[in-house]
């Protein structure tokens, strides 16, 4: 098992920056990649960003690429997202997600989710 908690989500201006944080509990959280993954409303949920349980292979979804950096700190259990040049669209529920097929940039290799974060960005 794995539990996943999110946090740093907020107001936000459009061209400002925001940290969200996935905090890990579970003694299967190294075995894993994480993700983050965004969910507007009326959307579906939408691949952002995921980074393997060793750091060495990071895949982005190109809505996010150049913008968005993923982290992890396997000693602390912990995953960040770092958003830069916020934009209104990315006003969403933003989850972490613990990941057996990272490659596939997509829910299917999903095990464990959080509970999500909101994030607005206004103009």
């Known amino acids: 098992q794995v539990q996943l908690v999110e946090s740093g989500g907020g107001l936000v201006q459009a061209g400002g920056s925001l940290k969200l944080s996935c905090a890990a509990s579970?003694?299967?959280?190294?075995?894993?990649?994480m993700d983050w993954f965004r969910q507007a409303p009326g959307k579906e949920r939408e691949f952002l960003a995921a980074?393997?349980?060793?750091?060495?292979?990071?895949y982005y979804a190109d809505s996010v690429k150049g913008r968005f950096i993923i982290s992890r700190d396997s000693a602390k259990s912990t995953v960040h997202l770092q958003m830069n040049s916020l934009k209104a669209e990315d006003t969403a529920v933003y989850y972490c997600?613990?990941?057996?097929?990272?490659?596939?940039?997509?829910?299917?290799?999903?095990?464990?989710w959080g509970k999500g974060t909101l994030v607005t960005v206004s103009l």
């Open positions: 980074i393997t349980w060793n750091g060495d292979i990071i």
């Open positions: 997600a613990a990941d057996r097929t990272p490659h596939l940039r997509s829910l299917s290799g999903v095990d464990y």
């Open positions: 579970g003694r299967r959280f190294n075995y894993y990649a």
